[in-house]
C-alpha cells in the first residue's frame, strides 16, 4: 500500500514538473571568459542532474576498489574461520569417539584459524592425554594460556584434572594450591583437592577443607557429610596409631558441637577409644549420646564396651529398653553384657529375644556358645548352622530352609515384651 501511494506521489510530481517547463522552460547562460552557453533552464537542470549521477558513479567507484583489499582480507579470515570450526566440530567429535590422535591432528590444525584457540588446546591436551603424551599435553595447556591469559583458571583446572586422571598427585597439588590463591572461592577447586587429598590420605589438610566444601554447591550435603566420617575416621585411626589418647581426646573436644553429636563419628570416637583401652570414657560417651537422642549403632557399640564391672553397665542399657523394647541392637547388647556377667540365664533370654526381632549370623553363634556352656548341645549345632548360613548366604538362607526364626523351637515368643514387662524376673536357664 505504502509502495503505491509512494509512485502515485512521484507521478503526480513528474506531471507537475514536466507541465512546468513545456509552458515555461526558462532561460540560462554560462559564461566563461570569452565562451558563453545559452540553454533553457529546464536542460540546464538535466545536465546537473547527469553531472551528480556521473560525480557519484566516480565516488562510488573509486571508494569500491580503495575496500578490495579489505574486504578480500575479510573473506578470506571468514573462510578460515569458517574451516577452524569445522576443524573443532570434527575435533570433537573424534575426540568423543575414542579417537585421540586424529583429533589432537585436527584440533592443532585449525587452532590458528580458530576465533577460540583456546578450546582447541584445551581438548588437544586432553587428547594427548588419553595418549599418554604428557609432554605435549602441557605444551597445548601452555599455548592455551597464551591465546588467552584471562583464561589462566580454565586452563589450570584442567591442567589438575589431567594430573589427577594420570595420578601426578605432586604436580596436581602444586596446581590445585596455586588456583586457591588465584581464586580462593572457586568451587570446584576446593572439589577437586578434596578428591586429592582423600588419595593422598591427609586427612589433616581434608578436614581443614571441609568448612569450604559446606559452604559450595558442588558437592551435595550428603556426600560432605559422609566426607566428614571418613575425614574423622581417618584422623582417629592416625591418633590410635600414635597410642596419644590425649591427643585423641582433646582433637575430639576440638570438633564444632553438631558433629560431635552426630552418632557416626561419635561410633568412630568410640571404636578409637576402645582401641587404647579407655573403655570407662567410651561408656559415659555412648550413655550420654543414647539417654540425649537414640541410635541402634550406637547402641550396639555399647555392648561391645568390657568394663570391670558390668553390673552398672547392664542396669544403664536395661534402662533404655522400656523406651526401646523392639531394638535388636540392644537386646543383643543387653545379650552380651549378661553374658559377661556370667548371667546366662539373662544373656539366653536377651539373645532369644534380639534373634525374634533382628535375625542375624553373629547373634546364632553366639547364643550358641552360649548354649554349649549350660550343655544344650543340639540347640547349640542348629543355631551354628542357622549362623553360618545367614554369614555366608545371608538371609535368603532362612528363607530358602523355610526357618521362621521367631518360630523356633527354642526361642520363646513375645520374649521382648515380657522383658520390658518385667526386667528382673523372667531370667531362667
Not at 565562451?35 to 546537473?48: A, G, M, N, T
Not at 578460515?80 to 575435533?91: C, K, V
Not at 581464586?183 to 568448612?211: F, T
Not at 553390673?311 to 543387653?334: I, V
Request: glycine share 6%.
Amino acid at each position: 500500500m505504502r509502495l503505491l501511494f509512494a509512485a502515485l506521489l512521484a507521478m503526480l510530481v513528474t506531471g507537475a514538473a514536466v507541465h512546468w517547463a513545456l509552458r515555461d522552460p526558462g532561460y540560462a547562460v554560462l559564461a566563461w571568459g570569452h565562451w558563453s552557453v545559452e540553454l533553457s533552464l529546464v536542460d540546464l537542470l538535466v545536465v546537473l542532474a547527469l553531472c551528480f549521477v556521473l560525480l557519484y558513479g566516480l565516488i562510488r567507484l573509486i571508494a569500491r576498489v580503495w575496500r578490495t583489499p579489505r574486504d578480500l582480507s575479510a573473506r578470506l579470515h571468514l573462510r578460515r574461520a569458517e574451516r577452524a570450526r569445522r576443524g573443532l566440530t570434527r575435533g570433537l567429535i573424534e575426540l568423543a569417539e575414542g579417537r585421540w590422535k586424529e583429533s589432537e591432528k585436527l584440533l592443532i590444525r585449525s587452532a590458528s584459524g580458530s576465533q577460540t584457540p583456546l578450546l582447541n588446546y584445551l581438548a588437544a591436551a586432553r587428547s594427548a592425554q588419553m595418549q599418554q603424551a604428557y609432554d605435549r599435553r602441557d605444551e597445548y595447556l601452555r599455548r592455551g594460556l597464551e591465546s588467552n591469559p584471562n583464561a589462566q583458571v580454565a586452563v589450570e583446572l584442567t591442567q589438575a584434572e589431567l594430573q589427577l586422571a594420570h595420578g601426578q598427585t605432586e604436580q596436581a597439588l602444586a596446581t590445585l594450591n596455586h588456583l586457591r590463591e588465584v581464586a580462593p572461592d572457586h568451587a570446584y577447586v576446593s572439589k577437586l583437592l578434596g578428591r586429592l587429598y582423600i588419595q593422598l590420605n591427609d586427612w589433616e589438610a581434608l578436614a581443614k577443607l571441609l568448612p569450604r566444601l559446606r559452604r559450595t554447591t558442588a558437592i551435595s550435603p550428603d556426600r560432605v557429610e559422609d566426607l566428614e566420617i571418613k575425614v574423622f575416621g581417618g584422623l582417629f585411626a592416625r591418633q590410635t596409631e600414635q597410642a596419644d589418647l590425649s591427643r585423641l581426646s582433646g582433637f575430639w573436644e576440638a570438633l564444632p558441637r553438631k558433629s560431635r553429636q552426630r552418632p557416626e563419628l561419635i561410633g568412630l570416637y568410640v571404636d578409637q577409644l576402645i582401641a587404647l583401652g579407655a573403655t570407662e570414657q567410651a561408656e559415659r560417651l555412648l550413655a550420654r549420646s543414647l539417654n540425649r537422642s537414640w541410635s541402634d549403632a550406637l547402641a550396639a557399640r555399647y555392648g561391645m564396651l568390657s568394663l570391670p564391672e558390668p553390673t552398672q553397665q547392664l542396669k544403664q542399657a536395661e534402662s533404655w529398653l522400656r523406651s526401646n523394647p523392639h531394638s535388636g541392637a540392644l537386646l543383643l547388647s543387653l545379650a552380651r553384657i549378661s553374658r559377661g556377667a556370667q548371667l546366662w540365664g539373662k544373656a539366653r533370654s536377651y539373645y532369644e529375644a534380639s534373634l525374634a526381632e533382628n535375625p542375624g549370623g553373629e547373634a546364632y553363634l553366639e547364643l550358641g556358645e552360649l548354649l554349649v556352656q549350660i550343655g544344650e548341645n543340639d540347640a547349640a549345632c542348629d543355631c551354628y548352622h542357622r549362623g553360618l548360613s545367614l554369614l555366608i548366604h545371608g538371609a535368603q538362607a532362612l528363607e530358602k530352609a523355610n526357618i521362621r526364626p521367631e518360630r523356633d523351637r527354642y526361642l520363646r515368643p513375645q520374649i521382648s515384651e515380657r522383658l520390658v514387662n518385667d526386667v528382673d524376673d523372667i531370667y531362667t536357664v
